[in-house]
């Protein structure tokens, strides 16, 4: 079955930076799109990032410049990388996939406080 687990939150002060990561599991990684998500307390989940199965990656206006989404094949895993964090980017993360249904992670709390 197909399973999704993020790691890599934390605290981080305003400025830092972090790296999450998503290990995927049940299905052939390499021929699906990977999502990060996030959502903020008391606000809707947002698309933050896509990275397609050829490499193309999209990102939510609020986060360009500063969010890299990747992708290792080898290693079943999509990341990403975090710089220039900003109080606002303090949500939980997800990382999704559509393969069908909708699958996600149980996510992985990001909080950006001095």
């Known amino acids: 079955q197909v399973q999704l687990v993020e790691s890599g939150g934390g605290l981080v002060q305003p400025g830092g930076s972090l790296r999450l990561s998503c290990a995927a599991s049940?299905?052939?990684?390499?021929?699906?799109?990977m999502d990060w998500y996030r959502q903020a307390s008391g606000k809707r989940r947002e698309l933050v990032a896509t990275?397609?199965?050829?490499?193309?990656?999209a990102y939510v206006d609020s986060v360009k410049g500063r969010f890299t989404i990747s992708r290792d094949n080898a290693k079943n895993t999509v990341y990403l990388e975090m710089n220039s964090l900003k109080p606002e980017d303090t949500a939980l993360y997800y990382c999704?996939?559509?393969?069908?249904?909708?699958?996600w992670g149980q996510g992985t709390q990001v909080t950006v406080s001095a």
């Open positions: 990275v397609l199965s050829g490499g193309s990656t």
């Open positions: 999704h996939l559509r393969l069908g249904a909708d699958y």
């Open positions: 049940g299905y052939i990684f390499a021929r699906y799109a």
